[in-house]
């Protein structure tokens, strides 16, 4: 591709290393910039490059901090005996967002998958362990995906804290909201049947 | 949307103004320059920076510029006599990347339009005169979209140029290459039954 300018080849190519941006949604965006007022990219790159510069990890929980604690974990109104453990910063603000969850998290930072060379050691599972020993919460949420890695590693986690005051429970399994049935699949339909509770219950 | 951080909430805010991005693709974006190390991001946001800083537009086509005058009209093997009118930046490179055009451009900055109050002083209608007043081509290439506006536009300035001497032509206009003669609207195929050419002329 020809652009004519050096300028505006260098911005779409910088766009073009975004994930899911091609060579012409990048020379739409390069093009939007040129058209508004040069104060819109200065704020716009200035965001970017202050985010990436000062964004720190919280202590505890690794989520993505402004400052050495995170937002949740130096929020004095959350329930710091009440742990969800999470993949990563998108499952932590998918729950956040639901509005249903009043604890504090923990990111693992990926999930156990022996397939692809994933072990303890490359997850924040120690610090977890240290801070279960630490800050002996009442319960550990494990809200992980339901896949076999995130099974794998409910199961490894649940061996490794073994302690009866400590309960460790999974998020609830079953037809999505909203969803049809003819299109769930057999083993959550199967297991939905199953698990099935009073309807006072599923109102609530 | 909550995100528990301010500088990730001002990186997606920033990338939400850009033309079709929505909150969870801009935070795609963040997280991936996050996850990259901080240079990706010094290297994005100085040549985003630094194009829209440094850009400047052709004194003589109205072209994009890393300088006074833009590459194609620097370019001394470019034939000065043939200039090929566009609507904008984006039509100029596409044609450009045909690579069947030798001559030099000129960019009208939009098509004439009544209905939207567009008129001849909105656009580089007088700037194209004077150039032809003075640079004396031999031939306008009108290559403007096949629209109503376009036509305007093309009819407006053949009136004003009025010049024997300069042949002003338009692009050819037929069913599209490696298109469905059954998918081709009426009025375009009707007028390539009528303006058939011998086929050899079509194999050119």
């Known amino acids: ?39 819109t990219t200065r704020i716009f790159t200035e965001s970017i490059a202050k985010m990436r510069t000062e964004i720190k990890f919280c202590e505890t929980c690794n989520n993505i901090a402004d400052g050495q604690i995170c937002s949740i974990c130096a929020n004095p109104s959350r329930k710091k005996e009440l742990i969800c453990v999470v993949e990563n910063f998108r499952d932590l603000i998918t729950i956040e967002n639901t509005g249903q969850f009043s604890g504090v998290y923990h990111i693992l930072g990926g999930l156990l998958s022996p397939l692809e060379g994933i072990g303890p050691d490359q997850l924040y599972i120690n610090q977890l362990l240290e801070r279960i020993h630490q800050d002996r919460p009442k319960e550990l949420i494990m809200a992980l995906s339901p896949t076999i890695e995130g099974d794998t590693t409910v199961y490894y986690i649940n061996k490794l804290v073994n302690d009866p005051a400590i309960l460790i429970s999974g998020i609830a399994r ?13 083993i959550t339909l199967g297991k939905a049947i199953v698990r099935r509770l009073p309807v006072d219950m599923l109102q609530q």
């Open 1 to 39: 591709m020809i652009y004519t300018s050096k300028l505006i080849e260098d911005a779409v190519n910088a766009f073009c290393k975004l994930p899911g941006i091609g060579k012409k949604t990048a020379l739409r965006m390069v093009l939007h910039l040129l058209k508004e007022p040069e104060d």
């Open 174 to 186: 079953g037809v999505a909201f909203g969803g049809e049935l003819e299109y769930t699949d057999e």
